[in-house]
T-cell receptor, first 119, second 112 residues
Framework: KAGVTQTPRYLIKTRGQQVTLSCSPI?????VSWYQQTPGQGLQFLFE???????NKGNFPGRFSGRQFSNSRSEMNVSTLELGDSALYLC??????????????????FGPGTRLLVL | EDQVTQSPEALRLQEGESSSLNCSYT??????LFWYRQDPGKGPEFLFT???AGEEKEKERLKATLTKKESFLHITAPKPEDSATYLC?????????????FGTGTKLQVIP
């Protein structure tokens, strides 16, 4: 099975611009989660989508948004970029809870990430 | 609030020198604990899922164990290619969705 893919792999933007990142989950996985990773903060949860609905959201400002399509592919958008948005953005997919994992737990599998640099 | 604390933050080992990484957690209703390995600039690579206290899992030189308060990742006779950041995460059920909380990781360097 192909793994989680993310595009683009690298992006350079300037303050005030907006950016859209894309994530294609593992075939058959319907849950997609997004994380921001910075050296100082580690992995911070952004949001999770399941069946085109946002199911859970972390503590990020409204400039960060996302969506999921009927084929489970997901996009996240960051508007009005700030210098502090420079980070590695990671997408993780997991199967529908309870369908294959033990005790209703489904392991998250990560993509390679998109490195965003805001100048 | 769910908390995951990993120690040490960084660990430097000689090749062949076995050691353990610690992940202590505070979470109600733990459903699963995960270990990942992350190389610089790459996404985390899944290693193990542990579900209940007393469970152990092994993969090559790595062995993960779980108690009610913490998990250990034992590395036996490490090699330089084991150098990476090791992340621990816990999953709990929160009102119909699975909440995942990550620790900040242990950066392991294995010297030849």
């Amino acid at each position: 099975k192909a793994g989680v893919t993310q595009t683009p792999r690298y992006l350079i933007k300037t303050r005030g611009q907006q950016v859209t990142l894309s994530c294609s989950p593992i075939s058959g996985h319907r849950s997609v989660s997004w994380y921001q990773q910075t050296p100082g903060q580690g992995l911070q949860f952004l949001f999770e989508y399941f069946s085109e609905t946002q199911r859970n959201k972390g503590n990020f400002p409204g400039r960060f948004s996302g969506r999921q399509f009927s084929n489970s592919r997901s996009e996240m958008n960051v508007s009005t970029l700030e210098l502090g948005d420079s980070a590695l953005y990671l997408c993780a997919s997991s199967a529908t809870p309870g369908t294959s994992g033990k005790m209703g737990v489904e392991t998250q599998y990560f993509g390679p990430g998109t490195r965003l640099l805001v100048l | 609030e769910d908390q995951v604390t990993q120690s040490p933050e960084a660990l430097r080992l000689q090749e062949g020198e076995s050691s353990s990484l610690n992940c202590s957690y505070t979470v109600s209703g733990l459903r699963g604990l995960f270990w990942y390995r992350q190389d610089p600039g790459k996404g985390p690579e899944f290693l193990f899922t542990l579900y209940s206290a007393g469970e152990e899992k092994e993969k090559e030189r790595l062995k993960a164990t779980l108690t009610k308060k913490e998990s250990f990742l034992h590395i036996t006779a490490p090699k330089p290619e084991d150098s990476a950041t090791y992340l621990c995460a816990v999953q709990a059920n929160r009102g119909g969705y699975q909440k995942v909380t990550f620790g900040t990781g242990t950066k392991l360097q294995v010297i030849p």
